[in-house]
């Protein structure tokens, strides 16, 4: 089965027949899923799945972050590619 983002919505519209969205991973784009890695609020593995989905489409992500030693601050950059 393809990897779910979220769970899977049903609507009516009246007068019309029951329609369903699906959000899968692979159908999410890159902005969104980049907005979600980057939210505070990001459940881990939800974060682990968008990240194996960027992997998977060839993303390149430099990951920068900023150290405190002797009072200097240092910028450290991890890629993943």
Known sequence: MP????PTESYRVKGQP????HYYIKTMTKDALL???NSNNAIPKRRAKCLNELQ???????HT??????GKKVTKTVSFA
Do not use: C
């Open 3 to 6: 990897t779910k983002f979220r």
């Open 18 to 21: 029951r329609k369903t969205t």
């Open 35 to 37: 907005e979600y890695i």
């Open 56 to 62: 998977r489409r060839g993303v390149a992500l430099n």
């Open 65 to 70: 972050k900023e150290l405190s030693i002797d």
